[in-house]
Nanobody
Framework: QVQLVESGGGLVQPGDSLTLSCAVSGIIFSTDAMGWYRQAPGKQRELVATIISNGNTYYTTSVKGRFTISRDTAKNTVDLQMNSLKREDTAAYYC????????WGQGTQVTVSS
């Protein structure tokens, strides 16, 4: 059974950094791509970062150069390092496979505000 538990969100100011972490069970990193997604109020959930089985990473344009996705296969975690945060990064953040499973974790809220 797959479990996804996100953590690390919070209230930060523009320009700050934050690292999100996702504890994963039931997914094999060596074969499955993992992604971080976000959903802002009134908007559809969007994929922001992906790490595939060989370790290559991909980012949506709006976060490229600011966000870094990584994984720790020993700990079964997937992290999202977010730098130079902007107000438009405010959203609930989720991790899931890419493409995503039908079930999602509870997410972690990131609010960027001065």
């Amino acid at each position: 059974q797959v479990q996804l538990v996100e953590s690390g969100g919070g209230l930060v100011q523009p320009g700050d950094s934050l690292t999100l972490s996702c504890a994963v069970s039931g997914i094999i990193f060596s074969t499955d791509a993992m992604g971080w997604y976000r959903q802002a109020p009134g908007k559809q959930r969007e994929l922001v970062a992906t790490i595939i089985s060989n370790g290559n990473t991909y980012y949506t344009t709006s976060v490229k150069g600011r966000f870094t996705i990584s994984r720790d296969t020993a700990k079964n975690t997937v992290d999202l390092q977010m730098n130079s945060l902007k107000r438009e990064d405010t959203a609930a953040y989720y991790c899931n496979k890419n493409p995503p499973l039908s079930s999602w974790g509870q997410g972690t809220q990131v609010t960027v505000s001065s």
